[in-house]
């Protein structure tokens, strides 16, 4: 049987347009915001001078933060805090890709109680945030979900630990996606930040705590992404193609929220807390089917509903069709040049180890859902086999 816990508090705006939408929204949030943003790209596509506008047209003050990194660290997020706390901002603006955004929401748990966001991390203090300021999420990427739902994911450039917290306070108040801003990813963005969403979605189908409310926006977001990834990577002026990979984005990161990935992403930020410089989608898309396989025993018969179901796998052994769905991702990926080996990247095979134990331990909670009872020496495994 299933069970189904939901909590949803975000407004979701989701249109072509919808970043216009700032200036009436921004009036009821206060009267000074922070934008957190990157450092080059919406400068780039004069978006943040966009948001800036609409700002002030709404009567805003706005402070600009601009350092955060892909991969995004805690001394950042310290840093644009306690600009938070001398500046009496109101409301925080995350703005850009996943990790502007799920910086605005750890400066967002920061800045308002005492001390440094890793006070506030399961591995770290252990505290939990009893304050928050609003966020506001405007993502440009349709990948990594963080508009819909609660959590960051920030690293520790000491320790390279890379956690994913999430709390009932670390929402965005409001969410702005808008198509229209995703038309400037380059080529390789726009293929790791789709893959990401895919990953939320295929992982959430075959999490142990899968339901009939997840499964649904689940099936529909690998479906657009396999579909429309091809045509946007192609032509990323498509606007048909970038609306339909937002919203399996945003879907995708729905199902986050009600149900959660797995052992996928402990794997991926074991593998990117000590290798910063691997773009999260593409590290997903080196383990995932590796990760596949492993459990396959454990598996076979989801992964046959997404091989059926987005790959179009005629086969009525489910066993077969499995096999075939892992085939048919692997395939999908190497359209886009993602079926890289880890050696090929630079990582060391000594550091294998180190990745596996720190990965099953600051994301144990995603282990665990994992079909197959993984241990942290199955997740090593894993590793060797992606290596």
Known sequence: ???????????IIFR??????????AKKLGKKALIVTGRSSTKKTGLLQRVQDLLKKAGVESIVFDKIVPNPISDHVDEAAEIVRKE???FIVGLGGGSPIDSAKAISITAPNEGKFWDYVPVGGGKIPEKSIPV????????TGTEA?????ITNPETKEKVGIGYRNTFPVLSLVDPEVMKTLPKDQTAYTSMDAFYHAIEAFLNVNANPYSDVLALDAMKRIVTYL?????????????TNLAWASTEAGITETLTGVIANHALEHGLSGFYPEITHGLGLCITGPYLFEYIFDHAYERLAIVGREVFGVYE???????KLAIKKLRDFQEMFGLNKRLSELGVKEEDIP??????YRILNGVVVVTPGNLTAKDMEEIFRRCY
Do not use: Q
Not at 16 to 25: I, K, T
Not at 149 to 153: H, I, L, N
Not at 316 to 322: L, Y
């Open 149 to 153: 739902d609660p959590f960051a994911v």
């Open 16 to 25: 072509v347009g919808a970043v216009d939408e700032l200036e009436e929204r």
């Open 354 to 359: 180190k990745m596996a134990e720190t990965g």
């Open 136 to 143: 506001v999420a405007i993502p440009t990427t349709h990948g």
């Open 316 to 322: 009525t052994d489910d066993r077969k069709a499995g």
């Open 230 to 242: 091809p045509v946007a990577y192609e032509n990323g002026e498509d606007m048909e193609a970038r």
């Open 1 to 11: 049987m299933f069970k189904i816990s939901c909590y949803l508090p975000t407004e």
């Open 88 to 90: 009496k901002i109101d």
